[in-house]
């Protein structure tokens, strides 16, 4: 097995807090060891916050040599736990009345004004119009171009081959470019018609853009990280930040270790404004459960309305079903059907936990994961930086804090 680069030696820290549960709190945190035994992350931290106050978080570090400690201004790649937030966003602009949802996508940015959409071997203009709903619910047709999906071959326009653009800051400096290139690639589907999770959310960012004047990241500072206090969320890293960016540990195949190793699509580089509202940005433990505080509270933060609490309702409404009814959603989550790209519990008999049913959330790349539980008042936050992902580790976390059914 091959092993990565090490740098450091870690030890354990807990953060004093008054638990809800002895038996609670040792569950969570002997689930949080056996991540690191089993070799599913390095050091990791998890977070329980029900009825206006902490009553679990814990940091639990490997000890591992080359692992790093984490300490409350520990910076994590987000990864997808960023689209909540552009989400939310978005939903800022709609209260306004800037936006609607059934608005054309071409409205906003006009290269999306004459789509093409895969038909079997063939290549059609659309028939349905691409509207802001089907971007807010993964149901655009537009999938993830990733390295194994480079190459796309099409027919009917003459054999041509088609590159499918990723988000990524050594080819892109600003979402226009981006989004140029995104609507020239054709369609998996005509829009609405089907649940794919994909770039959806790098379009919302440029709507945002355009929509706002400034921007993406300036807006989402002004609606939402300045008046939560969420001051170490954003696109980009400076050298003294890169201190506390958390090294990646990394499982899969013949790799095993801990690596400093950048992702090399996303660059935190500070002068690029190619702001991915997908997986673009990093945050911290306390900022990111100021932003869960928010949703639990209904839209409010400490006396401060972000959002409505009908705008929480249509995020979490049922807008696609889960697998199997839509081929493409995720397997493990049983039960679950999808909001605004948002997992929600339809279905509390599927899951493994006495959840309750209506929680709601999203999870990163890297293994970081939260939800949301109206019903009881309640989120649950972790956060790690590992590979590969692993859907089990909210399952799991939530057993440890709600218990496993009979």
């Not at 679990?56 to 990864?79: L, M």
């Not at 020239?184 to 440029?206: D, H």
Request: glycine share 8%; net charge positive.
């Amino acid at each position: 097995m091959r092993s990565l680069i090490v740098i450091f030696t870690t030890f354990l820290i807990i953060w004093p807090t008054a638990c809800h549960s002895e038996d609670m709190a040792d569950a969570i945190s002997k689930f949080q060891q056996s991540l690191i035994k089993d070799e599913i992350t390095g050091s990791n931290v998890a977070m329980v916050f029900k009825d206006g106050k902490i009553i679990y978080r814990n940091i639990s570090n490997s000890g591992k040599k080359g692992d790093t400690a984490i300490h409350k201004d520990t910076i994590f790649p987000i990864w997808s736990m960023s689209k909540p937030i552009t989400i939310v966003a978005m939903m800022t602009l709609h209260e306004k009345g800037l936006v609607k949802w059934d608005d054309p996508v071409s409205k906003y940015i006009p290269y999306f004004a004459k789509l093409r959409v895969k038909k079997g071997k063939l290549i059609e203009p659309c028939r349905n119009e691409l509207k802001l709903i089907h971007l807010m619910t993964h149901r655009s047709g537009y999938k993830y171009y990733g390295r194994e999906f480079l190459l796309e071959r099409g027919s009917g326009l003459g054999g041509a081959t088609y590159e499918g653009p990723q988000p990524n800051q050594i080819k892109y400096n600003n979402l226009d470019k981006f989004v140029k290139d995104v609507a020239a690639q054709p369609l998996e589907f005509e829009p609405g018609t089907q649940y794919l999770y994909g770039v959806n959310q790098a379009i919302l960012g440029r709507i945002i853009e355009v929509v706002s004047g400034q921007s993406f990241f300036g807006y989402l500072k002004q609606a939402i990280f300045d008046p939560l206090g969420m001051h170490n969320t954003k696109f980009y890293l400076t050298k003294e930040e890169l201190k506390n960016f958390h090294i990646l540990y990394i499982n899969s195949g013949d790799l095993n270790g801990f690596t400093y190793f950048m992702d090399p699509i996303i660059t935190y580089a500070k002068d690029n404004n190619a702001h991915f509202g997908g997986e673009g940005l990093v945050s911290t433990m306390d900022d990111y459960s100021r932003f869960c505080e928010m949703l639990v509270g209904g839209g409010v933060f400490r006396g401060k309305r972000i959002i409505s609490e009908q705008s929480i309702k249509t995020m979490t409404k049922k807008w696609s079903a889960a697998f199997p009814k839509e081929e493409n959603a995720e397997k493990l989550l049983l039960g679950y059907v999808y909001g605004f790209s948002l997992f929600v519990l339809d279905d509390p008999s599927a899951d493994n936990s006495n959840v309750s049913k209506g929680i709601y959330g999203w999870a990163g790349y890297h293994n970081t994961h939260f939800w949301i539980d109206p019903e009881k008042n309640m989120f649950g936050l972790f956060m790690s930086r590992a590979r590969e992902f692993n859907w089990n580790i909210p399952l799991r976390l939530r057993e440890a804090v709600y218990g496993k059914k009979p």
